[in-house]
């Protein structure tokens, strides 16, 4: 069960998880025909925003909002439209990066539950 004394990024092992979570994952965003038209920038910018968000969003340091001002998530994926087929495509690489590096167990539950709640929360159009 999940350790109440240190965060979920802390518990998730930190930058030494995300770090190969997110090389697994946009190498898959990025060969995805739905998803990759919406990622204009280059890959290791967007990869360094995504870990600088997944840190704050597990408990970490609030990398993100430090730089960014508040993350705005919503907001900020507005211009892209995003529909239920989208978010399904990107959960879909997300858990198959998380099968790629071997994340399992009750945090890997927790961290995959609020990134579908996230990623349903982006849905803007059908």
Known sequence: ?????????????????LEPLLDAFYDKVYA???LSPLFEAEQAEVKRKQRMFLTQFLGGPPLFS????????????M?????????EAWLGCMNEAMNDIN???????????????????MVNTN
């Open 32 to 34: 995805h025909p739905l």
């Open 103 to 121: 994340l399992h167990g009750p945090l890997r539950d927790y961290f995959f539950e609020r990134l579908t709640q996230t990623a349903y929360h």
């Open 79 to 87: 211009r892209f439209p995003i529909t239920p087929t989208h978010a």
């Open 1 to 17: 069960m999940m350790n109440e004394q240190q965060s979920p990024f802390e518990q998730l092992g930190g930058d030494q998880v």
């Open 66 to 77: 430090m730089e960014f001002g508040h993350p705005m998530m919503r907001a900020r994926h």
